[in-house]
């Protein structure tokens, strides 16, 4: 069977994003981590930070098969808290005795749950966490997003969490 984790950041816990991802995550059993609840900090060249959170978040991360970056759309771009996050996937790639669990990202599932003012989210914003995932050796799973200019409402999203519930609990295709 197989398993997600949703990595949420928002400058508010219970706003737009948090409301969405919290009735996507209910709906389909999904553990939501708030990011800004960790203790993460931003990358280092020098790897001095090693002792925060983001090691012991990630051993969970690698554990399931499918990972759900849920953020709103702030100036075309993710939130603080998930751009640290992003950021920090580098100490999987520089830092020789974590390379072996960074390639474990490959053949693992992206997904992307956001919310903005428009019927959709900026280009920038989807492309930048796809072009992320693919450098990963990661698949896009797919993308649920809540125009929120009205603020959120669970009625009005209702279809699109029962679309992304049904998409994160597809049969992966190599089961
Ligand atoms: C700092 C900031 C920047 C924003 N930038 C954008 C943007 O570039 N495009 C957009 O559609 N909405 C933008 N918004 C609106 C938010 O994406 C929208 O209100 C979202 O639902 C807020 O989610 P939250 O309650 O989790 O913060 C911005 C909001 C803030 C506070």
Same mark, same amino acid.
């Given at each position: 069977m197989s398993s997600a984790i949703a990595l949420f950041g928002s400058s508010r816990r219970?706003?737009?994003?948090?409301?969405?991802?919290?009735?996507?995550?209910?709906?389909?059993?999904?553990?939501v981590?708030? /990011?800004?609840? /960790?203790?993460?900090?931003p990358y280092d060249y020098n790897h001095r930070n090693r002792d925060d959170d983001f090691e012991p978040l990630m051993k969970r991360v /690698?554990?399931?098969?499918?990972?759900?970056?849920a953020s709103p759309v702030y100036w075309y771009s993710v939130s603080p808290p998930v751009k640290v996050f992003l950021d920090r996937i580098s100490d999987y790639l520089d830092i020789p005795e974590l390379l072996a669990d960074g390639r474990r990202l490959r053949g693992k599932s992206g997904y992307i749950v956001c919310t903005s003012i428009y019927e959709s989210a900026p280009t920038s914003f989807a492309g930048a966490l796809t072009e992320t995932f693919g450098y990963l050796g990661m698949q896009f799973g797919g993308m649920a997003?809540?125009?929120?200019?009205?603020?959120?409402?669970?009625?009005r999203h209702e279809s699109g969490i029962a679309a992304f519930t049904r998409l994160i609990n597809a049969p992966c295709p190599s089961t």
């Open positions: 219970h706003g737009n994003t948090g409301q969405f991802m919290d009735d996507i995550a209910a709906a389909s059993g999904i553990e981590v708030d /990011l800004g609840q /960790l203790r993460i900090s /690698l554990d399931v098969d499918h990972i759900i970056i997003h809540a125009n929120c200019r009205e603020g959120y409402s669970r009625s």
